[in-house]
């Protein structure tokens, strides 16, 4: 099983729309979780972090289910320059390296 | 510029060849990581320095590549006899502490003929 999992999408929303991201990750015991944001052939990019009670950032807002082992995104009225692709990022417990997903594609279209 | 640096941005190389791709990390910063990133693809991580601690090199995905970090700064990933799926781009990140914010490089684009 991958330490981090994402549906790769991709998602197609209209402007304004709510859109949700989940990523599941294997360690019960992993302590850090990111949100990243890449855009089309650059590098990726801090979106948020995200905290055992969930935060909002704006029109975002990340969560943590540590029961099921899962974070999510929420995305809510969409922008066309939200377009890019969302990496959720899990620390290994006991290292110091982060895991990436593969990334959830999302469009936002006119 | 007080970003990551990496050099040379794209290579191609013949399969077989040598190549070495360079990180100049965000001064001060103490943790450097290599991943790379083939086409459309998530980032797969390579190896990890922080300070004068060993490496964690348990990404490495065969005894090719190898990584060093001269006087806790500059860091050069080798990879020898290239091979065609080693054709990804390759990006190093800095970070302080370790955990924190990654700061990514624009990427090494790395193409074995």
């Known amino acids: 099983r991958k330490e981090v999992e994402q549906d790769p999408g991709p998602f197609n929303v209209p402007e304004g729309a709510t859109v949700a991201f989940n990523c599941t990750y294997s360690?019960?015991?992993?302590?850090?979780f990111f949100w990243y944001r890449q855009d089309c052939r650059k590098e990726p990019k801090l979106l948020m972090s995200v905290y055992s009670s969930g935060n909002e950032d704006g029109r975002f807002t990340a969560q943590l289910n540590r029961a099921s082992q899962y974070i999510s995104l929420l995305i809510r009225d969409s922008k066309l320059s939200d377009s890019a692709t969302y990496l959720c990022v899990v620390d290994q417990t006991g290292a110091n390296n982060l895991f990436f997903g593969t990334g959830t594609r999302l469009t936002v279209i006119p | 510029g007080a970003g990551v640096s990496q050099s040379p941005s794209n290579k191609v190389t013949e399969k077989g060849k040598d190549v070495e791709l360079r990180c100049d990390p965000i001064s001060g910063h103490t943790a450097l990581y290599w991943y790379r990133q083939s086409l459309g693809q998530g980032l797969e991580f390579l190896i990890y320095f922080q300070g004068n601690s060993a490496p964690d090199k348990s990404g490495l995905p065969s005894d090719r590549f190898s990584a060093e970090r001269t006087g806790g700064s500059v860091s050069t990933l080798t990879i020898q006899r290239t091979q065609q799926e080693d054709s990804a781009v390759y990006l190093c990140a800095s970070s302080s502490p370790p955990l924190g914010e990654l700061f990514f490089g624009e990427g090494s684009r790395l193409t074995v003929l």
């Open positions: 360690n019960s015991a992993s302590q850090s």
